[in-house]
T-cell receptor, first 110, second 112 residues
Framework: SQQGEEDPQALSIQEGENATMNCSYK?????LQWYRQNSGRGLVHLIL?????REKHSGRLRVTLDTSKKSSSLLITASRAADTASYFC??????????FGTGTSLTVIP | KAGVTQTPRYLIKTRGQQVTLSCSPI?????VSWYQQTPGQGLQFLFE???????NKGNFPGRFSGRQFSNSRSEMNVSTLELGDSALYLC???????????FGPGTRLLVL
């Protein structure tokens, strides 16, 4: 089941530009995670942000979390063609149930 | 540490048959979850096992079942296959309930 929705559903940018994708969820959470999936493959974990954190960085990734708005954003700076993939947010609710968002398909044009 | 492994990677079955998929979690991880991914429905949660007990179950018919062994390896079984069961089946393991899930490469099932 899914409790998150991601926006936009699809995003196409030029290499070197920044990409921002958003995730909204419905219930109280313990943490929120972002995953990347290359076409037809398994998901790769990118970053985890806990409910008491507001911002987190990892390399070219920046994640923000606004629990009052029940939303998160993932920013990928200086995008590369290799960043082309689908990106999913996933939340762990207070009952430790894991939910995925609907995903954003990112295309980075060389 | 070795990652999550799934076997087989690809499978072709016909309607009415049954199938068993296998997942070996990362060493030390006691939680294993299964997901179905299709273009139309996205990632759908099937079930989660922890220490051989089913902890959570998604909204799938009883044809979908699973189990976990004492070594944390898990199997998923789908009986009486339907065309709509064609999908990528993903397995994930995690150390604890509030921790990151690590995914296997998936088993791609095609039902003809």
């Amino acid at each position: 089941s899914q409790q998150g929705e991601e926006d936009p559903q699809a995003l196409s940018i030029q290499e070197g530009e920044n990409a921002t994708m958003n995730c909204s969820y419905k219930t109280s959470i313990n943490n929120l995670q972002w995953y990347r999936q290359n076409s037809g493959r398994g998901l790769v974990h990118l970053i985890l942000i806990r409910s008491n954190e507001r911002e987190k960085h990892s390399g070219r990734l920046r994640v923000t979390l606004d629990t009052s708005k029940k939303s998160s954003s993932l920013l990928i700076t200086a995008s590369r063609a290799a960043d082309t993939a689908s990106y999913f947010c996933a939340t762990t609710d207070t009952g430790n149930q894991f939910y995925f968002g609907t995903g954003t398909s990112l295309t980075v044009i060389p | 540490k070795a990652g999550v492994t799934q076997t087989p990677r690809y499978l072709i079955k016909t309607r009415g048959q049954q199938v068993t998929l296998s997942c070996s979690p990362i060493s030390g991880h006691r939680s294993v979850s299964w997901y179905q991914q299709t273009p139309g429905q996205g990632l759908q949660f099937l079930f989660e096992y922890f220490s051989e007990t089913q902890r959570n179950k998604g909204n799938f018919p009883g044809r979908f079942s699973g189990r976990q062994f004492s070594n944390s390896r898990s199997e998923m079984n789908v009986s009486t296959l339907e065309l709509g069961d064609s999908a990528l089946y993903l397995c994930a393991s995690r150390l604890g309930f509030q921790e990151t899930q690590y995914f296997g490469p998936g088993t791609r099932l095609l039902v003809l």
